[in-house]
């Protein structure tokens, strides 16, 4: 892990770039740090660049809540080589989208199965080299999408103690049987009126869950309308679980 | 408006018992009280000595957030004189449920829609008094069940700004159009393992609400096992509204 720039808030966030190999990724934590805080993952569509005054406002709301965040791009997003299997189920994608169609379900798992296959130990390695820096700490909460490598990284890192889940993706088929293995305390959140988004799907997705621990937060204001008091509750959930 | 006795609790929670008319009901102020307060009416399913240990702790933790809070005993429950509708149509109902056979959608028409025609001038009737006391002030949340009464409240009465609705009684057919109606901002809770509780129709009864801020909370832990962190959320989203 090799940090590249590095800039500070006038909120006391100290914002690093880094790359971990050919990945790469920001940290955020406070800039007078003392004890490790708890570390946040902050997951995303991919795409780094395009997403970051998003990913910003969230990392730096985890800041000041007493964490540590950080996010890492994703395979075949923004600088990273592209793959022939996504860029075609991406195509695939947008022409079911634009006419209209229903997006059929091997069109998602060409799309999101080998994503989540490469990008979870990536993820992982992140993971690794985060928390062996002095001003980070465990346990591990994950926040955001994609949803699918949110569920695999909950069932097959025990470092992770709780997710905040965006349920606002295509679900390949395979993730009903992984959420059923999800133990963890979860946080869903879902805009109820994204027209991009299938309902009943996220709906369903989340009854599959196995957890005991689970809660569904529905919001109006469309897919990037997440009203900003989710934003604190959020925190609130990753408080009771990370703290 | 007869206040009928008092008591103090530790936490500086006067609870007053009043009657209005023929109407039981409760009364909950700081005991040091100085400018008016909010008003937030706790809702119930009717049977306030049954109800009383939650209701009574609802309503402390209003009063803790800055809030007054009061109650009042529904139609035919609790001391008040019996409705032979209602009572053969909760026969009918203990019947069904009983036997595991689906409700009748009849049978909860003849069960809830008299009482929430009923029921609904009379907590017009209480928040007319009520808010000729000097320590209670307006806006007004209308929090809990029987959501019938809360959607009708929310519709007919303009003094209500918000309301925290559970969603966990049967649901008469009547209620869906009504729900379009309601404009005012909407917190509803959900159980979402709760074997009495229609799920689906809970959730196409949030689809129907008409307002655009109406937010869904849908947890785990059966009909009464709502998270504790709930109440901090209710009060969160009436401080929101109503200060």
Redesign the interface.
């Known amino acids: 892990m090799r940090f590249t720039s590095e800039q500070r808030f006038d909120d006391g966030v100290l914002e690093r770039e880094f790359t971990l190999g050919e990945i790469p990724g920001i940290l955020w934590t406070p800039a007078s740090a003392s004890a490790p805080a708890p570390l946040i993952l902050i997951g995303h569509p991919g795409g780094l660049h395009r997403m970051r005054p998003r990913l910003v406002a969230r990392a730096r709301h985890s800041v000041a809540d007493g964490f540590t965040a950080a996010t890492i791009e994703l395979p075949g997003s923004g600088d990273r080589p592209r793959s022939a299997i996504a860029e075609q189920a991406r195509a695939d994608l947008r022409r079911a989208l634009e006419a209209g169609e229903p997006v059929e379900e091997e069109i998602v798992d060409r799309l999101v199965l080998p994503l989540a296959e490469k990008a979870v130990p990536e993820w992982q390695a992140a993971l690794d080299a985060l928390l062996s820096l002095p001003e980070v700490g465990g346990p591990v909460g994950y926040s955001g999408g994609l949803i699918a490598i949110g569920v695999r990284l909950a069932i097959v890192e025990p470092r992770i103690a709780a997710a905040v889940l965006f349920a606002g993706s295509f679900v390949p088929r395979t993730l009903f049987d992984e959420a059923r293995q999800v133990t963890i305390p979860l946080h869903v959140l879902l805009q ?1 009126d994204d027209e991009a988004n299938d309902r009943q799907a996220a ?1 369903d997705l ?2 599959a869950f196995g957890t ?9 204001g469309g897919h990037t309308g997440v ?1 900003q ?1 989710e934003g ?2 959020a925190a ?1 959930f990753f408080t ?1 679980h990370l703290r």
């Open positions: 109820w709906l989340f009854d005991k621990e689970k809660t569904l937060h529905a919001n109006m009203p008091f604190d509750a609130r009771r």
